[in-house]
């Protein structure tokens, strides 16, 4: 299988049948070999999933050993939205290549992601024209709330784990996230994870998991 980005791919063990999928974006500068960790606790609990871990479309500008979704070198919010939509529609040739290949739907795909990556999850979730089965999303924000409020197609349930000490990304975003779901009618469920940073505790990784399974996933 050939994807329009190069991806780490988590198979099914022995060979079961793929009912489903996790499609994990990365942070900046990280790749998704990164992220594809968080498969290791979860593809037990989900034996029919395949978890798909895309590196980003450009290098990163701090760091040309990984990848970013947008360039944040400007300060400059027009423009990280104008390159955070240039990543959409890429990621959206990929998720339609990934539901060809697999005969999914959207609602038999979570889409997951860490600080960026959970950013461009946001909006690849809300955007759609069909519902996805949930997103879930680590340490990241809404990157430009009127343009999402503009674009949103669907009510897509949400999940966002944040580290109470961030630094990176201020969990005061979650916050102001929260508040834009609660007022466009999207199901929204949040976690501060006490004494965490800018990372993917054990904890979080937990949590995230419990709700995949609860949103029936694996039955989907």
């Not at 988590?10 to 500068?29: C, M, R, S, T």
């Not at 959206?92 to 997951?112: A, H, Y």
């Not at 979650?174 to 779901?181: N, R, T």
Request: charged residues 25%; hydrophobic residues 35%; negative net charge.
């Amino acid at each position: 299988m050939t994807f329009c980005l190069d991806s780490t791919i988590i198979k099914p063990d022995e060979n079961k049948e793929i009912k489903n999928a996790v499609i994990l974006l990365h942070g900046y500068g990280g790749d998704g070999k990164d992220i594809s960790m968080l498969s290791l606790n979860w593809k037990r609990y989900l034996p029919n999933t395949i978890f798909i871990c895309p590196n980003g479309h450009e290098p990163c500008m701090i760091n040309p050993s990984g990848y970013q979704w947008f360039d944040l070198t400007k300060d400059d919010p027009n423009y990280i939205l104008e390159q955070s939509i240039k990543a959409e529609n890429k990621l959206n040739e990929f998720i339609d290549e990934v539901k060809s290949e697999f005969q999914l739907k959207n609602d038999k795909i979570c889409l997951s992601g860490f600080s960026q990556g959970c950013m461009m999850s946001i909006n690849l979730g809300l955007t759609s024209e069909q519902e996805f089965n949930c997103v879930v999303g680590f340490s990241g924000k809404i990157i430009n709330q009127d343009d999402l409020k503009l674009r949103k197609k669907n009510s897509t349930n949400i999940l966002l784990i944040h580290g109470e000490t961030d630094q990176v990304v201020s969990p005061n975003f979650m916050l102001e996230a929260k508040d834009f779901f609660i007022r466009n009618n999207v199901q929204i469920d949040t976690h501060l994870i006490k004494n965490c940073d800018h990372h993917i505790p054990i904890e979080a990784s937990s949590i995230a998991l419990n709700y995949i399974l609860k949103k029936n996933l694996i039955l989907a």
